[in-house]
């Protein structure tokens, strides 16, 4: 019932239409529609748009339409048309294509309008002139397949009526992406791709010249809608910006369009990428060379706009570097020249050919106007189209169409000779629709200019494009030029393969100028992400790139160079012999060490004298040694850390300092009681003897070796590698482990310190012929001078300086001691001898009986007439 109906409502259609298209043009034959038909064993059909109706009226099937009013000629449309012919003789000539069947055509005239595109398929379909839907009158040949049409909404409505009866239909100029649907279009292909095919590869486009911030002019129809939405798509994902989109309404209007221009007049973006018709995108351009508007690059997915606008004048001014589109496509090798010898004589069954005549050489035939004065120009016949210019030659559609035809006789000649292998056989005279759609669908060939030819599973053709400039001449004369290739088809990730010349000169478009490596894009705030500054890598941060959002941190054994545009390998430091701190350091330590033993040989060699006896002579050989060892503990700080040196540094400093400090307390406490003696059997007499001396310093060394114990047992002190202080360097050095541990035995060795000084301080007054707290006093003042300073420089010190710091404090501290201490004495015992003896000792006990310091009387009351000698 639904085929009856879809019938009678076709039957009703075509009906309608027919009466349209019968009324009186000057090219029509009586009781036939114009065509140009050839006989043949397999006929092709054609809809091509040659003689174009103007404002004809919607169908509102309550009224008998009207007449449509005069027609124009396409001289662009009847070239394709002849292409169409030219291919069809080509095969018929070939010994290897249809070697044994002739191939013959049937071109029908659309007239760029959905009724006559419709009407001329259905005509084609039952081989009627008044067609009837689902009955075929044709005794003739079998019909193969349409090539057709030009407008994707003349190609619509055609693939919707040969779906029906998957009927072959293969397109040469409609690029709709809606017909690559194979359930609405089931037995449609083209010899293009679609215009989503377009807008991927004007992206590629737009990347591989690395603009990143462009306009967009799109038309507020479906193509421009859809193809502006693909574009704007993957330009956003590429990172790339939008600086503008605007819709160009599709009824012109001189406002809009100059509101449109004024707004990119505005507009900073380069690159202006263009989804308009081709009457739309002149206008536009003859606006833009009213206002004297240059310098943007102009990007079409179709070349026709930009062959269209070659014709205004100055136009270069606008389009001068702007780029367009074209489908790779076979070549019509031969073709100009069979043009050259198209004449009316020799094809008098071609009913185009008189229009096309008088529309090309400006003409009139005699036979058309009988009543023409002398003024009228007749057409002769032999007027030569050899160098005659057509409109957009070089970017016509003709190749498309020529390889539809190729691609129908290739599909014939699979079906014939069954070389598809999936048996799928048939008898040229007797095939049915479906079996050369099936044999179409799976084509696979090279055409005669060796171009590759095969559709995909949309029935798009599996195609290149090539990229045109618009250029001039030495000549002045302004033309696209060929200046590469883009291959969808072959990828690199997500990038198509582009294949450009190289020296392309191609201005940027870019909102912000390119950050160089060392730097990173700062985004500007409220404006898009393509507009940013350019800010330094941070220290220890890189970019070695161009344009990179971020900088990247360097790996710990490397750092930033000067320029942060790589990472160089870090170096690592200590404070080495081999340096000139260190050296000096080193020196000053050993020069020290031997200063010590220098003193204690000479202690040893006049021991028995006065002055090496007085205060217990064993402390001295016992402070001399210490602060040898003292003098030696900056060697365990010098060179590369290790595990034994990280160990033995700060215990063995400790421990040895605190003997040292140890003996002068003992020292000084010996002296401090002995005064203080004031009756034989006094108590005091016990802490006066060698045992006590020696009690005191066994007992405050082995409290530090027990507090060192501790800490090496706790949390000892280990190498390590410091990568934070020093950017370009690598800071070897002893990490101490416990914190609180070391602290503990600085703390008890200042304890110690801070006594001994107390003690010596208070005990300063006693004469100097029996003691040496003056001296001791002096030195341990500067000992707890140097420490109390030792630990603000300890703290804020970084790298190798922490290491000079202490070993520093350390040299200072000693050569105090011995400086201070024994330097005195060993001035006596060296340069005054007549000083270091009984009667000068006995002398200065007098002295100090009878005149008493007042130092000596405030600390301490009560005094003894005979001072310790030991």
């Known amino acids: ?362 003409c009139t035939w005699p036979h058309r106007n009988s009543t023409a004065t002398g003024d009228v120009k007749f057409c002769s016949g032999n007027e030569s189209l050899r160098d005659r210019e057509f409109p957009f030659q070089e970017v016509s559609n003709i190749d498309m ?18 070389e598809r292998g999936d048996g799928a056989c048939a008898d040229p005279q007797r095939f049915q629709p479906w079996q050369i759609l099936h044999a179409l669908k799976k084509v696979h060939f090279k055409t005669p200019d060796g171009n590759e030819v095969l559709f995909d599973a949309n029935g798009d053709l599996v195609t290149k494009f090539d990229v045109l400039q618009g250029q001039k001449t030495p000549e002045g004369r302004f033309h696209l030029v060929p200046i590469g290739m883009i291959d969808p088809g072959v990828s690199l990730g997500n990038r198509m393969m582009v294949h450009l010349k190289e020296g392309l000169q191609v201005p940027s478009s870019v909102c912000s100028r390119s950050c160089p490596p060392g730097f990173s894009q700062m985004p500007r705030q409220g404006e898009p992400q393509c507009c940013f500054d350019c800010s330094p890598c941070p220290e220890g941060q890189f970019a070695d790139q161009k344009d990179m959002k971020r900088c990247l941190l360097c790996p710990e054994e490397q750092y930033s160079s000067h320029s942060r545009d790589r990472c160089l390998p870090r170096t690592e430091i200590f404070l080495a012999f081999d340096e000139p701190l260190g050296l000096a350091l080193a020196s000053v330590a050993l020069f020290l060490a031997g200063l010590a033993l220098l003193v204690l040989g000479v202690f040893l060699k006049h021991r028995d004298t006065p002055v090496v006896r007085a205060n217990n002579r064993a402390l001295s050989y016992l402070l001399l040694a210490s602060l040898a060892l003292c003098a030696l503990c900056p060697l365990l700080f010098l060179g590369r850390p290790t595990a034994v040196t990280c160990l033995l540094r700060q215990t063995t400093f400790a421990v040895v300092f605190t003997v040292a400090v140890s003996s002068i307390l003992a020292k000084t406490l010996t002296v401090a009681l002995a005064f203080r003696v004031t009756r034989p059997g006094d108590r005091v007499h016990v802490f006066l003897g060698p045992q006590a001396s020696t009690s005191v310093v066994l007992v405050a060394s082995f409290t530090q070796v027990i507090l060192c114990g501790v800490w090496l047992g706790t949390s000892p002190p280990f190498p390590d590698r410091d990568m934070v202080t020093e950017p370009i360097h690598i800071v070897v050095q002893c990490q101490e482990g416990s914190g609180t541990a070391f602290s503990w035995v600085l703390g008890y060795l200042g304890f110690l310190a801070g006594g001994t000084f107390s003690v010596a301080f208070l005990a300063r007054g006693l004469p100097d012929a029996f003691n040496e707290t003056r001296f001791i006093t002096f030195s341990m003042l500067l000992f707890c001078s140097v420490w109390t300073a030792f630990l603000p420089l300890y ?73 310790p000698r030991m």
């Not at 992406?177 to 992206?203: E, G, Y």
């Not at 389009?319 to 020249?337: C, I, K, N, T, V």
């Not at 169409?401 to 069954?418: K, N, W």
């Open 1 to 362: 019932m639904s085929g009856v109906v879809l019938g009678t409502l076709l039957a009703s259609l075509m009906g309608r239409v027919s009466g349209a298209l019968s009324g009186p043009l000057g090219w029509r034959l009586p009781g036939k529609t114009p065509r140009f038909e050839r006989a043949g064993d397999v006929v092709i059909g054609g809809s091509f748009s040659i003689l174009l109706f103007y404002n004809v009226t919607l169908l509102d099937f309550t009224t008998p339409p009207a007449e449509p009013p005069p027609s124009g000629v396409s001289p662009w449309g009847y070239r394709v048309a002849q292409s169409f012919v030219f291919a069809v003789e080509e095969i018929n000539r070939s010994p290897q294509l249809l070697p044994n069947l002739t191939l013959g055509f049937s071109i029908r005239n659309s007239g760029d309008s959905v009724r006559g595109a419709l009407r001329e398929t259905m005509g084609f379909l039952t081989g009627q002139e008044e067609p009837l839907p689902n009955y075929t009158c044709h005794p003739g040949p079998p019909r193969a397949a349409m090539v057709g049409d030009t407008r994707s909404a003349l190609s619509v409505s055609m693939a919707r009526l040969l779906g029906l009866y998957k009927f072959p239909q293969v397109s040469y100029s409609s690029t709709l992406p809606s017909l690559s649907d194979k359930i609405q279009f089931p037995s449609f292909l083209r010899t293009l791709a679609s215009d989503l095919t377009s807008s991927h590869v004007m992206t590629q486009l737009v990347l591989h010249f690395q603009w990143s911030w462009v306009g967009i002019l799109a038309q507020d129809d479906d193509y421009g809608q859809q193809a502006s939405s693909v574009v704007t798509q993957e330009l956003d994902q590429a990172g790339v910006c939008i600086e503008f989109d605007l819709q160009v309404p599709s009824q012109d209007s001189l406002e809009k369009t100059e509101a449109i221009v004024l707004k990119m007049q505005r507009c900073t973006a380069k690159v202006v990428l263009v989804f308009l018709s081709s009457s739309h995108f002149q206008l536009i351009l003859y606006r833009l060379l009213d206002l004297r508007i240059a310098g943007q690059v102009w990007v079409s997915p179709e070349a026709l706009h930009m062959a269209l606008a070659l014709s205004i004048p100055h136009v270069s001014q606008v389009l001068q570097g702007s780029f367009s589109l074209l489908f790779h496509s076979s070549q019509a090798r031969g073709f100009p020249e069979y043009l050259a010898q198209l004449r009316p004589s020799r094809n008098p069954e071609d009913m185009f050919i008189e229009s096309f005549w008088e529309s090309t050489f400006g």
């Open 401 to 418: 169409a020529y390889t539809a035809v190729y691609s129908i006789a290739h599909a014939l000649q699979d079906l014939i000779a069954c």
């Open 795 to 867: 703290h804020s010190a970084r790298s190798k300086s922490t290491v000079a710091v202490e070993v520093f404090s350390i040299l200072a501290s000693t050569a105090g001691l011995l400086g201070g201490i024994f330097i005195p004495k060993c001035y006596v015992i060296l340069l005054k001898p007549e000083q270091n003896t009984s009667a000068w000792v006995r002398q200065g006990q007098r002295a100090w009986q009878e005149r008493p310091s007042e130092a000596l009387q405030r600390s301490l009351p009560v005094s003894t007439a005979q001072g």
